[in-house]
């Protein structure tokens, strides 16, 4: 950087964001030149969503200055962000759910009020741009609500491109795509970047980061650590530094040595020993898995993988019973729970943080300490009044464990960082542990940063150091991999392998998790 870079399309300068007892971010400078794929990176909470937010005008910075393509921008607002060019794709997407496909993209859109008098013509340049971007396939008339994650997210861009946006910024895009998914996405960013759009991107995987980047920033505690670092050649152990501020290994803890004297006995001699936690029995359920068979034992942590869709997701909530299979059993302790039957599968205690955190696990705008002891309440309510007292040290508890950053139990959940409100998902299972005999977790660290991961990492080991039966989802092979004890691989809704971790590679489970798919 210095006198010799080209004038690049953005530069903001000292950026300031002061929230209620928070300074998000704390005198930011970014460079972003067209055509670049630039990458945002920061630990959670270092302000990554509060920068792209003062881009796309919905926050307005205290202090800083903004040049957009040769001029000073004020940014005064949503609308006033996408006339000078700026697109913006959330962390958690926006679209109104009740709108159709069509009416998304061009909502508030000047030529919605301009041309499109009928109907046909705005689904028709629907199309054009869905067609652009290789997914001409989605109805403009389809109700967004309706579309997957993917779908969404394509939408978002086509509403991107309908504007001739010349910075488009994603927000994690890839945090909610599967294996294929996250492919289309990257041809697509590459035909953007092809045509001089720039692409600011967000991403806690960082190997994506060299496959699809030029150049990175790298934020911390709200400044930039690090300006415009080459994406390709800046080693991770680098950024990683640069982004903790400390050397930490980002690695799985050690797995305990198997107990007991019977070694040599290959396939898990000591588990034999331990009492089955779960097992599971024939579980079908038509149009998403068939003939599911399992078990999970007391202190065993067992992962699932396979792609999005592939019936994994689905196979959790049918034994946390949040789904009713067609046939088949679930038995916790040796007694079958009562099928399709949420309330029971917890009496019986069963504890699941799912998949998506906004819409299934957190009451935004009540407070951490609401949302951690929620799933325990009973045991804070005695004579109908709550032991506050009680909640509060199991609720700095967790805090402490898992690093929530800001450390306050009152603060609403709504005012955290995407990553740490994820942390607050898993808390609160963790303050109800125990009575807790089986951990359902569906993608787990999904927007949890490297640093936070180790410690969740260690927290779930830890859990089931004391008996506690891990169940696991993650699209990451080697978050599977690295954590679990024992591997089953789900494809199009069946068990098609289940066997040691330890034995296993990240090629041979992408190759049993895709074979026979169409990629
Ligand atoms: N509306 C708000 N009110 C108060 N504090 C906020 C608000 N939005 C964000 N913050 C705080 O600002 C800081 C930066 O948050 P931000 O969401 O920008 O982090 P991030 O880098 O995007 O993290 P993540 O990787 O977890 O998404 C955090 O301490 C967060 O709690
Ligand atoms: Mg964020």
Redesign the pocket.
Known sequence: MGPSDPEPLLRMRGIVKQ????R?LDGVDLDVRAGEVHCLL??????????I?VLAGAHQPDAGEIVFAGRPARLAGPTAAMRAGIATIY?ELDLVDGLSVADNIFLGHERATLGFTRRGDAERAARELLGRLGHGEIPPRREAGRLPAAGKQVVSMARALSHDARLIVM??PSAALAHDEVANLFRIIRELTASGVAVVY?S?RLEEIREIGDRVTV?KD?RSVANGLPAKTTKTDHIVSLMTGRDIEYVFPDRPAPDGDDAGDGDGGAEEGRAEVLRVEGLTLPGAFADVSFSVRAGEIVGLAGLVGSGRSEILEAVYGARRPARGRVLVDGRPVRPGDTGAAVRRGMGMAPEERKSQALLLNDSVAGNVTVAGLRRYSRFGWLNRRRELADVREQIEALDI??PDPR?PV????????QKVVLARWLAGARNLRLLILDEPTR???VGARAELYAVIRALAARGIGVLLVSSEVPEVLGLADRVLVVREGRVVHSGAAAGLDEAAVLNMIMEGSAL
Not at 19 to 22: D, K, L, T, W
Not at 42 to 51: D, I, V
């Open positions: 929230f209620p007892g928070v998000a920061g630990q959670n909470g270092a302000g990554k969503s509060t920068l937010k962390q927000d994690e967000i806690h934020l709200g950053r800001p603060r709504v005012t955290l960082s995407g990553g740490n409100q927007g949890v940063d």
